[in-house]
């Protein structure tokens, strides 16, 4: 339906199990991609699996100088970055009470500032090509915030926040920026929790299961087409009803 | 000299879409020419690629004017 024939994604976290969706759906709909992660066995099984137009860079996004240059490497691999995900995100849980300014700085870095920085570093070339599409993976715990979590719904909120200022300063220049808001999605993380726990979340979630790392995948697609280029500031909520917000 | 100048309108009147006797000397981009802010950043852009030159953020808020731009350029061009 969407037709990305000729555009070139950069996608962080691919080697996770939304990132790795996102790629495989971009890629379907006839995008370049450029995978990036830490690990580079995952990512290159995944652009082996995708065959042509797939390319791999690995970085550690909680280094400033790796962040800066991955921008610039997926330029070259691909010619020009005209898509950008910002998918790569940790987690170091704790109560409040309890937290470490470590574990605070830690998950801003990687969850928020990297966003920051790969988002000035490919503005340029999406200015002069008079096209662009940056799309942020956040969170439902971004906008209801979460027990244990202050610093990744502080960080989440975060990315909120950046794509709607920086949707208004390049919106005249055919570049959207929007974020993604995913609710509970299978993936290596949530297949963790025991039954007793899954049955508790469900219970909040009106749909009543889980959702899938294609259906987040699925609306990347969408904000990232010529089709959503009158979309901007925006957050496209994946929750199953958990918060209609 | 002329040179640098001649490229640097065509590249702000292209830019802007703004009439070439309009790019005058002392004529302010942005209060004289119609430029915003992000437009300001662009022209360092372009200008940063047709002459092959760093312009670093402290010196584009610098360059303010036509004429500015032309006197940077060729400072950095000569150096």
């Not at chain 1, 929790?193 to 009106?206: E, F, G, H, S, V």
Request: charged letters at 20%; a negative charge.
């Amino acid at each position: 339906m969407f037709d990305l024939t000729g555009k070139n994604a950069l996608i962080t976290g691919a080697s996770g199990g939304i990132g790795g969706a996102v790629a495989a759906a971009l890629h379907a709909a006839g995008a370049s991609v450029t995978l990036s992660g830490t690990r580079e066995a995952p990512l290159r099984e995944l652009a082996a699996s995708l065959g042509e137009r797939a390319h791999v860079v690995t970085a550690n996004l909680g280094d400033p100088a790796e962040v800066e240059a991955l921008p610039k490497k997926a330029a070259e691999a691909m010619g020009s970055v005209d898509i950008l995900v910002n998918n790569a995100g940790i987690t170091r849980d704790n109560l409040f009470m309890r937290m470490s300014d470590e574990e605070w700085a830690q998950v801003l870095d990687v969850n928020l500032t990297s966003s920051f920085r790969l988002a000035r570093g490919v503005l340029r070339g999406m200015m002069k090509a008079r096209w662009g599409r940056i799309v942020s993976i956040t969170s439902v715990v971004g906008t209801t915030g979460n027990p244990g979590q202050g610093n990744y719904a502080a960080a989440k909120a975060g990315l909120v926040g950046m794509s709607k200022s920086l949707a208004s300063e390049v919106a005249s220049r055919g570049i959207t920026v929007n974020c993604v808001a995913p609710g509970f999605i299978e993936t290596a993380m949530t297949d963790k929790l025991n039954d007793d726990q899954k049955a508790r979340i469900l219970t909040q979630i009106p749909a009543g299961r889980m959702g899938r790392a294609d259906e987040i995948a699925a609306a990347v697609l969408y904000l990232a087409s010529p089709e959503a280029g009158y979309v901007t500031g925006a957050t496209l909520h994946v929750n199953g009803g958990m918060a209609m917000v | 000299m002329s040179d640098i100048a001649d490229r640097v309108k065509k590249i702000v009147v292209e830019h802007l879409g703004v009439e070439e006797d309009k790019v005058t000397e002392t004529a302010s981009f942005i209060d004289d020419l119609g430029a915003d802010s992000l437009d300001t950043v662009e022209l360092v852009m372009a200008f940063e690629e047709e002459f092959g030159i760093e312009i670093p953020d402290d010196a584009a808020e610098t360059i303010q004017t036509f004429g500015d731009a032309v006197k940077f350029i060729g400072q950095a061009t000569a150096a």
